[in-house]
Structures are given as C-alpha cells and as structure tokens.
C-alpha cells in the first residue's frame, strides 16, 4: 500500500524559507519518479516541481523557478522541496506526487502559509 507523508509546513513571513520533506513507502522508491504539488485555497491541485527516479531530471512550474529547489534521497526513501523567497501566493497544502509530470498524490499534505 502506498503512503506518503509530508511534513516541513508552517507559516512563514513572505521572502522566508521552508523544507518539505515527503517520507515515502509501499513503492519501489528508486526507481519512481516523485513530485510535488499544491492546492492553494479555492484552486485546483497544480504542479510544482518533479524529479527523475535518479534524481538527473527535475522540472519546475514557471511561478517557482528561481526559488524551489526538489532534491531526493534514495537512501531515505524521502523527497524534498527547498522553498526560498516565499510569496503570500505559495499559501497552499503541499502534497508529494508519485510522478513527476502530473499529481498522483497520496497523503494528507502539509500547509504552507506564508503572511505579508
């Protein structure tokens, strides 16, 4: 059985910094490609960043590129999400994707909420 745990949100000063970790099992880790998606207040869950099952190819969504930052250890069986200079529009839940191009997404997400 899949489970994805996310943790690492909280609230946050705009320009602030937060990491998300994704703690992942009942999957062959590492050889899946992950990503991470959000779902801001009244909005669809959208795309934000993927990696690669190697951890060679990440893709990001224009409105995080430059300050999002996806990393994984295979090891941990856990993905990240480096979140630097933190706009009020990043105030979402986070979830963790078990792809990279799309929201295949099993947990319950972790807020993120970042203030003006």
């Known amino acids: 059985q899949v489970r994805l745990v996310e943790s690492g949100g909280g609230l946050v000063q705009a320009g602030g910094s937060l990491r998300l970790s994704c703690a992942a099992s009942g999957i062959t880790f590492r050889a899946s490609d992950m990503g991470w998606c959000r779902q801001p207040p009244g909005k669809q869950l959208e795309l934000v960043a993927g990696i690669s099952s190697g951890g060679s190819i990440r893709n990001y969504a224009d409105f995080v590129k430059g300050r999002f930052t996806i990393s994984r250890d295979n090891a941990k069986n856990t993905v990240y999400l480096q979140m630097d200079t933190l706009k009020p529009e990043d105030t979402a839940i986070y979830y963790c994707?078990?792809?990279?191009?799309?929201?295949?997404?099993w947990g319950q997400g972790t807020q993120v909420t970042v203030s003006s």
């Open positions: 994707s078990t792809t990279r191009r799309g929201c295949n997404t």
